[in-house]
């Protein structure tokens, strides 16, 4: 079964860092992008970061740019996401999700699978 | 950034109706376009991908249309299951950003 399972979340203080985990089961990991997506509570889907099955191409999305780094073990099938000078709108549920080629390009397409979420609090 | 707007925001429907959820892009995105369904406390769940197929699992009373930068989804006969929260994605270029969703309840 295909599955990606998150974890590292928690409480945090404003400022702190935190780092998250997906470790993914079921398919060849090293052969898919893979994405971070948050979701504030009662908000919407908020994409925050893609890396390429290599590792070599990455992206962010502008509200974490510079603060939160991506990355992938290949050879542990996990993908992790660091996060430093947490804020207060960091708040949310964060996901890692799968991308399928199938459903447009190696680094464009849509998000097949999904992890279950792990909660990300920063508060003092 | 290509953003992405959905109509409406919410609404009521009664099991059995028909629904159409908007999604509109404000750029031609071609058909680099995808539907999810997220339930209260789930993960999101792929529906629609590249604008009109329908993702492996998925009940054919969904269904997709639209490219450019207009687009739609029906469910042709709305089941209880199917009281959720639906957003929509473009994934031509980054950002891949979501709409701000439209919640279906129940009437």
């Known amino acids: 079964e295909v599955q990606l399972l998150e974890s590292g979340g928690g409480l945090v203080q404003p400022g702190g860092s935190l780092r998250l985990s997906c470790a993914a089961s079921?398919?060849?990991?090293?052969?898919?992008?893979v994405n971070w997506v948050r979701q504030a509570p009662g908000k919407g889907l908020e994409w925050v970061s893609t890396?390429?099955?290599?590792?070599?191409?990455?992206y962010y999305a502008d509200s974490v740019k510079g603060r939160f780094a991506i990355s992938r073990d290949n050879s542990k099938n996990t993908l992790f996401l660091q996060m430093n000078s947490l804020r207060a709108e960091d708040t949310a549920v964060y996901y890692c999700?799968?991308?399928?080629?199938?459903?447009?390009?190696?680094?464009?397409?849509?998000?097949?699978?999904w992890g279950q979420g792990t909660m990300v609090t920063v508060s003092s | 950034a290509i953003r992405m707007t959905q109509s409406p925001s919410s609404f009521s429907a009664s099991t059995g109706d028909r629904v159409t959820i908007t999604c509109r892009a404000s750029?031609?995105?071609?058909?680099?376009l995808a539907w999810y369904q997220q339930k209260p406390g789930k993960a999101p769940k792929l529906l629609i991908y590249?604008?009109?197929t329908l993702q492996s699992g998925v009940p054919s009373r969904f269904s997709g249309s639209g490219s450019g930068t207009d687009f739609t989804l029906t469910i042709s006969c709305l089941q209880s299951e199917d009281f959720a929260t639906y957003y929509c994605?473009?994934?031509?270029?980054?950002?891949?950003?979501f709409g701000p969703g439209t919640k279906v309840d129940i009437k």
């Open positions: 999700a799968k991308g399928d080629p199938l459903t447009g390009t190696t680094l464009r397409n849509a998000f097949d699978i």
């Open positions: 079921g398919f060849t990991f090293s052969t898919y992008a």
């Open positions: 890396i390429s099955g290599s590792g070599g191409n990455t």
């Open positions: 750029q031609n995105i071609n058909s680099y």
């Open positions: 590249a604008a009109s």
């Open positions: 994605q473009q994934y031509y270029s980054y950002p891949p950003l």
